[in-house]
């Protein structure tokens, strides 16, 4: 039930999520999906160290009932909103160095400013969503993702395009700073599905250090797995910038190829990862519980049946979106632009979809150092990859080369460890 809730909800996000899309897209035009995408790995790094993967450890943390819930949020909000003070005044003075020598884009810099004003909203947004993930309540993240998007569809539709025409880079800043109050409006959402007076009393409104500890013992390799991940994110348009100017290609065709590549080919052939998202997210407080019971036969089904899931989804959508890329990408996003890069990515993807639940598994049987170490080593296999392919005068197939291999490593070693884990409990 719980999965069938995070499926509808997400197909409705979803179906949202694809007229969001459209309406920024045709809104903001290719100058603005152009800055809007180069600072988006950044965003995704900063939104990593801000949250510090708190649903994931709070989620186990909350299914595992050894430890008042409220005592688990209560403490962890009070530490992350001080985390977050801290390092939202090192944004404001890193932002200039790296819109200026990192991304070579010095106009970037109030994107990235933009960006730090919404760490704190989303991390208390995070822990909410864990405690709920915790306690297998699906029903208010997926109600709050929808009123998020609603809300979107709104500010794009009324308030964007008035900011938009008069300069391209103030719609960019508010589409990011919309955040904010979407958060805001997600707090507010979970709020109303809390326990009534469950935060009202003194008995376990403290601060408690072991508590903080213990959360930082799950998220630490948790987020460092992310972190990883992001850093590669965000090395990446640095390196191929840098690299390709280096080879002579022109800022413009680096700005326009980058976007079709992320925002158009990339963003496609994602549009249905909603379906793993919601398998992968379930399965974090399911198997964790298991393996606290050591049910390892029911640990292996978990796994067996969110595989098959997540690769017939993957299948289909890769296969469908292949085969019409073109007629997709007008419909979307008004041009044709990235359909070379989903005719070369596409048929890898089906393994792409993998990865999730492979991930959300280790990490519920307590290796997220496993993960940490694999994410870290596709993370460097890509980057070299980039840097010399590169320099060989291919353009942005220098990226998408070295995005392949990349899904094909990450998802091999996850498999690897995951069978050698069952061979020694069975040995067991």
């Known amino acids: 039930m719980s999965i069938f809730i995070l499926l509808i909800g997400g197909f409705i996000t979803k179906i949202f999520g694809f007229l969001i899309k459209i309406l920024f897209t045709r809104t903001i035009g290719q100058e603005g999906i152009s800055l809007y995408t180069i600072v988006m790995p950044t965003y995704s790094l900063l939104i990593t160290i801000a949250t510090f993967a708190l649903p994931i450890s ?7 009932n050894k430890i008042r819930s ?8 009070c530490f992350i909103l001080l985390f977050n003070a801290v390092f939202i005044i090192f944004i404001l003075f890193l932002a200039p160095v790296i819109s200026k020598y990192l991304l070579k884009q010095p106009n970037v810099t109030p994107l990235i400013w933009a960006m730090a004003a919404t760490l704190p909203f989303i991390s208390i947004s995070s822990i909410l969503k864990g405690y709920f993930l915790g306690k297998f309540k699906v029903a208010p993240n997926t109600i709050s993702n929808i009123f998020e998007q609603l809300f979107r569809i709104f500010f794009l539709i009324v308030i964007l395009p008035y900011f938009a025409q008069k300069n391209v ?9 919309v955040n904010v109050i979407t958060e805001l409006i997600s707090i507010f959402t ?20 072991n508590i903080i500890n213990r ?16 850093i590669g994110f965000f090395l990446e348009p640095i390196i191929l910038t840098n690299l390709l100017l280096f080879s002579g290609y022109s800022n413009n065709f680096i700005l326009t ?3 079709a590549y992320n925002a158009y080919a990339i963003g496609l052939l994602t549009l249905p990862s909603f379906f793993v998202s919601a398998i992968s997210q379930i399965l974090i407080p399911e198997i964790s519980k298991f393996h606290a019971k050591k049910e390892t036969f029911m640990i292996k089904k978990r796994l ?10 993957g299948l289909v959508s890769s296969v469908f979106i292949l085969w019409f890329r073109n007629p997709l990408l007008m419909i979307l996003y008004k041009t044709t632009n990235g359909s070379d890069y989903i005719l070369a990515l596409a048929p890898f993807f089906v393994l792409f979809y993998l990865e999730a639940p492979l991930s959300s598994t280790l990490q519920a049987l307590d290796k997220s150092k496993t993960a940490m170490k694999i994410t870290l080593y596709g993370m460097i296999l890509k980057l070299v990859l980039l840097t010399i392919l590169s320099l060989a005068h291919i353009g942005l197939y220098s990226l998408v080369i070295s995005e392949i291999i990349n899904i094909i490593f990450v998802v091999l070693a996850h498999i690897q460890v995951i069978l050698k884990y069952f061979q020694n409990s069975f040995e067991i």
């Open 169 to 177: 880079m103030l719609g960019v800043i508010l589409f990011i700073l």
């Open 304 to 313: 067996k049946q969110a595989l098959i899931y997540s690769f017939l989804i």
């Open 215 to 230: 959360v930082l013992s799950i998220s630490i390799p948790s987020v460092s797995s992310r972190f990883i991940g992001n």
């Open 257 to 259: 190829e980058y976007a």
């Open 58 to 64: 709070i989620s186990k943390l909350v299914s595992e």
């Open 190 to 209: 979970f709020s109303l599905f809390l326990p009534k007076k469950a935060f009202l009393h003194k008995e376990g409104l403290t601060v408690q250090k």
């Open 70 to 77: 409220k005592t688990i949020v209560f403490s962890t909000a």
